[in-house]
């Protein structure tokens, strides 16, 4: 599919932040189709390592045929991120050079209307990134109870008329269960007013809930950047892009407690807690795609760059 060819998300602004060494070990924790581990294993020499992680079978095998090219080691491993110890310990790395971070679905991924992503095409109500889930969308749909169904809406879509959509929700699965991704972005048109219908779809935060549920996404995000920095090399930086305002939210938080650990009160003329900061914060604010990117790629308009750096000697950080 030529999409893999063409819709990585700041792309260049990542890898540039990665400061590749041709000698260096890095980890693309969510591979996709390959475009950023591409990149990376251009700057790559022959004792370069390139550590692709992704849960979706077809990503991987996609992404083994477009790096089989490059010189530097490869590794490819099928399973969640949140592991990134253990698989790091498995390979008997210890200590990486960069990791990098591009949050939430592949561009293929929505165009396979068999995935269950979009509600562009219609499909089964999957959403599950590793197949080898049982639950899917579908399942959430038919047997979560009213207050559950207002609570993903609200949390995980930061969708304002969450009651209402779950009202809709529930009525019409009274009837006939919702399968299909046709079906369900239709019952949630109809519970949006018209005069909200106009900018965007109605149905695409109610999609993005849902997809956030099936894969557990926020639930292991928080302590999976953790568990990065932990592994970074002394030196070694850490990208992750986001493209909605609650990942953003908890990557800013883990960044900015990981570079001012301090919880000594501000009235303490000198820190007294011990806690000394792990990393550096390389963007102040995040770094958006560039007007000509948003043009051509729709997906990138809501994405942001975030970047620390490991501390090299936490003994001389004042």
Do not use: W
Not at 274 to 300: D, F, L, W, Y
Request: net charge positive.
């Amino acid at each position: 599919m030529d999409d893999f060819k063409h819709q990585s998300v700041l792309l260049k602004e990542s890898v540039d932040a990665l400061q590749i060494r041709p000698d260096g070990i890095y980890v693309d924790c969510t591979m996709g189709g390959g475009g950023h581990s591409e990149a990376i294993c251009r700057q790559l020499g022959p004792s370069g390592v390139l550590v692709g992680i992704d849960q979706d079978d077809y990503a991987q095998a996609k992404a083994q045929v477009r790096l089989s090219s490059f010189a530097c080691r490869k590794y490819f491993v099928r399973d969640n991120f949140k592991n990134i110890k253990t698989l790091l310990s498995d390979l008997n790395i210890d200590g990486v050079n960069g990791i990098l971070f591009d949050l939430g679905v592949s561009s293929f991924q929505y165009d396979i209307p068999e995935r269950g992503f979009s509600y562009h095409h219609n499909g089964p109500l999957d959403m599950r990134m590793d197949n080898r889930k049982t639950n899917t969308a579908a399942d959430i749909v038919a047997g979560a109870d009213r207050n559950e169904l207002i609570r993903i809406l609200r949390d995980y879509g930061e969708e304002k008329l969450a009651t209402r959509i779950a009202d809709a929700i529930i009525a019409r699965r009274s009837i006939k269960p919702i399968t299909e991704t046709a079906e369900l972005a239709a019952v949630v048109s109809e519970a949006y007013p018209e005069k909200l219908k106009r900018k965007k779809h109605p149905a695409g935060k109610t999609f993005q809930a849902l997809r956030i549920a099936v894969n557990g996404e926020l639930d292991i995000l928080s302590e999976t950047m953790k568990n990065a920095i932990d592994v970074l090399a002394p030196g070694g930086r850490l990208c992750v892009i986001t493209f909605h305002s609650l990942e953003d939210r908890m990557i800013k938080q883990v960044f900015n407690t990981a570079a001012d650990p301090c919880v000594c009160p501000k009235s303490f003329p000198v820190c007294m807690c011990g806690k000394k900061p792990s990393v550096i914060k390389i963007t102040r604010k995040p770094i958006i795609p560039s007007q000509s990117e948003t043009e051509n790629n729709r997906r990138a308009r809501s994405a942001k760059l975030r970047v620390v750096e490991k501390i090299v000697d936490l003994h001389n950080q004042s």
